[in-house]
């Protein structure tokens, strides 16, 4: 095992050597890329020094971590020990929300270079990632984007030290996916404070010292008449119930709180509170997916190392075909979620700092992909890792029981992978209606349209391009044939039935569509670095297949779940 999760991951610091455009990210952020060498040797430097700690202290801590799980004491709810070490750690290392600027206290790094840091922290320990990403990282981006001068200059130094934990509290009992159906109000008082009434469920870093809370307008539906308020949690303002039992990042206090007449600060403009939250929901997505890649990236090395030594039937059990094949697959994915994802946080950088129009689209088609393929990707990599391992997977001390546990979560929070899946294929629908002409060429993405590879690896892109574009070209050629060709001229609202069997296929195209552009970058990375030609070759293979067999599935779909469906209304009315 390595003793630097920066210096000692050779495709981590390929992507930061040779992928990443760093001119691009300090243009980005400072308006000029003059002294870009020096910024970026020091953010060279950061996780450098970042990779030691979190792989010599934080690593090592993760089991007991797990082990320990949140303390539950006299009705308070704390996080345990190792995990308060750990942060304790990052913080006097100066991370503990690293993206602040430093008229805040912080250390001004881009959304790029704190990502790094998080998949190195997911890599260690997901559970402590959770409370430095929500406890810290969240709260901070949320009050940079929409505090007033004085709420800025009041919490984020504070969060910059790591003297204070925020959350942000989103989801209740019933309104989880479906956002509009929150029921905590927020109602004005004279002194222009706000009372919040109601409940939140699966509260990440709850039980620190204020939250961020998406509430609404006493009368309010929907979507509309949402807005973000900031409550402290001194003198019992609101009461944290309680963190649930589970059984992935156990460290990691997920808390129910209960709103009482809460005071609140308003936190920007009451009633732009879906808006504000959307912004901001684009970064934290992108988080998740690179939260997948530290994990896989630990079940992947753990899985190395043992088929390395594991001796069965005269060999190491890696030189078995179908094991080196799984270690060939896990090797594909976590490269490709990792090329992925940085290209995508550059996008973030260019949009968040440098307000670029052209990037927001491309960032806007990536967000859902590094999400669905990141997380997707870490709970399939950790099942072969499990299985590499044969019986003692499933014994504690290896590990990869919790990474596997550990995973099970990523696809389930920040927008689960079936809603990635509706907006990513909504996306290319609106964008394939608006251009009906791209159906018949490279298809609705600009990004997967304009690439062009040599060889065999061209030719599978260029196939697995062509079952995409088909797959969109018969969902659309679907509804043009009951609509009309008018529907291409855009502004149609579409009816449930219309719109079903599209949605029903979200997750298959949307499964073709993250493959296709994890090939895409890995080709575009092999144009840099030769030796990443196999993998990329291999990625693009893998699109071909994953293509060709979605669009089978579709082709040969039977109407039965429809059918399911109606009866299960019917049972209902
Ligand atoms: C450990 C943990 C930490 C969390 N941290 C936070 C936090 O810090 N802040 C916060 O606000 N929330 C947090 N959450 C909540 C999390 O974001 C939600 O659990 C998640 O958004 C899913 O909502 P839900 O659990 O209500 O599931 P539901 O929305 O009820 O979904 C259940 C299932 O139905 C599927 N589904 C729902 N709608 C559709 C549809 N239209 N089409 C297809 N499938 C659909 C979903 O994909 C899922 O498979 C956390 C949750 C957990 C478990």
Not at 299 to 322: D, F, S
Not at 422 to 446: N, T
Not at 481 to 487: A, C, I, K
Request: aromatic letters at 6%; one cysteine or more.
């Amino acid at each position: 095992m390595t003793d630097n999760f920066f210096t000692g991951n050779a495709d981590l610091l390929e992507v930061f050597d040779k992928a990443i455009p760093w001119s691009t990210v300090v243009r980005a952020l400072s308006g000029s890329d003059g002294g870009a060498g020096e910024t970026v040797a020091t953010w060279r430097e950061v996780l450098d020094l970042a990779g030691r700690y979190i792989a010599t202290e934080i690593a090592p801590r993760a089991a007991k971590v797990d082990e320990i799980g949140v303390i539950r004491d006299n009705g308070t709810v704390r996080m345990n020990e190792p995990m308060t070490a750990n942060l304790t750690g990052l913080a006097e290392l100066g991370l503990a929300s690293p993206s602040i600027p430093e008229e805040h206290g912080g250390s001004a790094l881009p959304f790029t270079v704190a990502m790094m840091l998080a998949e190195m922290l997911a890599r260690a320990d997901l559970a402590t990632q959770v409370q430095h990403g929500i406890g810290w990282n969240s709260p901070a981006a949320l009050l940079l984007r929409f505090g007033s001068e004085q709420q800025k200059a009041h919490y984020l130094p504070r969060l910059a030290k790591g003297e204070i934990m925020g959350a942000v509290a989103m989801t209740e009992p019933q309104a989880g996916s479906d956002v509009g159906r929150l029921l905590t109000t927020a109602t004005p008082q004279s002194d222009g404070c706000y009372l919040l009434r109601g409940r939140k469920q699966f509260i990440s870093a709850g039980q620190g010292e204020f939250v961020i809370v998406l509430a609404r307008a006493p009368g309010s539906g929907g979507l509309d008449g949402l807005g973000l308020f900031l409550a402290e949690r001194e003198g019992d303002n609101y009461v944290v119930e309680r963190a649930e039992h589970k059984f992935t990042i156990r460290g990691s206090p997920t808390c129910a709180l209960v709103f009482e007449n809460t005071r609140a600060a308003p936190l920007g403009t009451p009633g732009e509170g879906w808006k504000q939250i959307l912004t901001f929901m684009n970064e934290s997505r992108l988080g998740v997916g690179i939260q997948g890649i530290g994990v896989a990236t630990a079940a992947y090395e753990k899985a190395m190392e043992y088929a390395a030594q594991r001796v069965q039937m005269g060999h190491p059990i890696r030189e078995h075909p179908m094991v080196a094949d799984m270690l060939l697959e896990m090797r594909t994915t976590v490269s490709g979620a990792r090329a992925l994802a940085y290209e995508a946080a550059v996008l973030q950088d260019r949009v968040m700092f440098g307000k670029d129009k052209e990037a927001a689209r491309d960032l806007r088609e990536l967000t859902p992909l590094v999400k669905w393929y990141g997380t997707e990707g870490a709970v399939r990599v950790c099942r072969l890792a499990l299985q590499i391992h044969g019986g003692v997977g499933v014994v504690d001390e290896y590990d990869v029981g919790r990474y596997m546990r550990d995973s099970l979560i990523t696809p389930v929070y920040e927008g689960t992978s079936q809603i990635q899946s509706l907006m990513a294929v909504k996306d290319q629908l609106k964008w394939a209606m608006q251009r009906p002409r791209s159906l018949v060429g490279g298809g609705p993405s600009r990004l997967l349209a304009g690439a062009s590879f040599a060889g065999r690896l061209g030719s599978d892109f260029a196939a697995a391009r062509g079952e995409v574009v088909g797959m969109l070209r018969d969902v659309v050629g679907r509804l043009v044939r009951t609509r009309g060709v008018g529907l291409l001229r855009g502004g149609a609202e579409l009816s449930e039935e219309e719109t079903g069997p599209v949605l029903l296929h979200a997750e298959r195209i949307t499964e073709a569509l993250a493959h296709l552009h994890v090939a895409r970058a890995l080709a575009e990375r092999a144009k840099i670095v030769p030796e990443r030609r196999a993998l990329a070759e291999r990625a693009a293979r893998t699109a071909r297949l994953v293509a060709e067999r979605n669009r089978r599935a579709i082709a040969l779909d039977d109407g039965s779940v429809f059918v399911q469906i109606q009866e299960w209304r019917r049972e209902r009315n």
